[in-house]
Nanobody
Framework: QVRLVESGGGLVQTGKSLRLSCATSGRIFRLYTMGWYRQAPGKQRELVANITSGGTTNYSDSVKGRFTISRDNSKNTVYLQMSSLKPEDTAVYYC?????????WGQGTQVTVSS
């Protein structure tokens, strides 16, 4: 079983930045595609960004140019640097790990952006 623990959420003003972290257990972190998803009240969970084991990144159009996903395989950790935050970025952010047919989720961290 893989355990994912997110941290770094909070309340910020429009235009400010936050960095989310997701610490992952397990010995094969480097093989996982790691992703950040978010779910706002009344909406479906959506992909924000992901990064493959080879370092290829993918972003949703809504965050492209503002958010950056990165990983540190030596620390089994994936990060999401969020800049120029907007009220519409308010959501619970979930960390996700995928490898072959296996998919794991963290418990989520709340990000609230005030206008």
């Amino acid at each position: 079983q893989v355990r994912l623990v997110e941290s770094g959420g909070g309340l910020v003003q429009t235009g400010k930045s936050l960095r989310l972290s997701c610490a992952t257990s397990g010995r094969i972190f480097r093989l996982y595609t790691m992703g950040w998803y978010r779910q706002a009240p009344g909406k479906q969970r959506e992909l924000v960004a992901n990064i493959t084991s080879g370092g290829t990144t993918n972003y949703s159009d809504s965050v492209k140019g503002r958010f950056t996903i990165s990983r540190d395989n030596s620390k089994n950790t994936v990060y999401l640097q969020m800049s120029s935050l907007k009220p519409e970025d308010t959501a619970v952010y979930y960390c996700n790990a995928q490898w072959t047919v296996y998919k794991y989720w963290g418990q989520g961290t709340q990000v609230t952006v005030s206008s």
